[in-house]
């Protein structure tokens, strides 16, 4: 059955950093997202993107955020200056063009950021 | 605006006990409403969901949950817990708009198996 997948897994920075997570969302998929679950914590929407565009972003998703679908396979999400607060897994997924499909979620990027 | 209130951050069964998680929603519209897993340290993995027809749905590993407009609930079940049932459990609701409808979820429900 055809996933998301992210990579890395884990991922550690200093604050101040920039960081790339990335993403392969499935192949015949249109809309992609971005969440995030900080340890403990609910699963927070992030944004989402479609057509080489971002469709909604949440209050999260601030300037230091940014997505970009940079081939025809790649979604990644880049934060230009990394936070304590930053610390967090990170989720990508893809959906369908239908309403009543659901997210399908990759296994997400273990942010910590020191 | 939607959004999903789960009842009970935490549930503790014995196994072979009955399984309840209880969501309720909140949405102008009927919406499509969905259940996922997420067992330690992995993603989210879909459950089952509620679009149209057949309120009562069945999903993956014996669950399965009901619609009930009346109480703007969607609860999920398991006749029967096994202790590989122990995960964090999300209810989540997704509007009828075409588009990148974005998934709000629930706070989560860890679900505890006792042996």
């Known amino acids: 059955e055809p996933e998301v997948t992210q990579t890395p897994s884990h991922q550690v920075t200093q604050m101040g950093q920039e960081v790339i997570l990335r993403c392969v969302p499935i192949?015949?998929?249109?809309?992609f997202y971005w969440y995030r679950q900080i340890l403990g914590q609910k699963v927070e929407f992030l944004v989402s993107?479609?057509?080489?565009?971002?469709?909604?972003k949440s209050e999260i998703f601030d300037d230091q955020f940014s997505v970009e679908r940079p081939d025809g396979s790649n979604f990644t999400l880049k934060i230009r200056s990394t936070k304590l607060e930053d610390s967090a897994m990170y989720f990508c997924a893809s959906s369908e063009n239908r309403p009543n499909s659901p997210l399908h979620f990759g296994n997400g990027t273990r942010l910590t950021v020191t | 605006a939607q959004s999903v209130t789960q009842l009970g951050s935490h549930v503790s069964v014995s196994e072979g006990a009955l399984v309840l998680l209880r969501c309720n929603y909140s949405?102008?519209?009927?919406?499509?409403l969905f259940w996922y897993v997420q067992y330690p340290n992995q993603g989210l993995q879909l459950l089952l969901k509620y679009t149209t027809g057949a309120t009562l749905v069945k999903g993956i590993n014996g669950f399965e949950a009901e619609f009930k407009k009346s109480e703007t609930s969607f609860h999920l079940t398991k006749p029967s817990a096994h202790m590989s049932d122990a995960a964090e459990y999300f209810c989540a609701v997704r509007g009828h708009s075409q588009g990148a409808q974005k998934l709000v979820f629930g706070q989560g429900t860890r679900l505890t198996i006792n042996p």
């Open positions: 192949s015949n998929h249109l809309y």
């Open positions: 993107f479609y057509n080489n565009e971002i469709s909604e």
């Open positions: 949405s102008s519209v009927p919406p499509y």
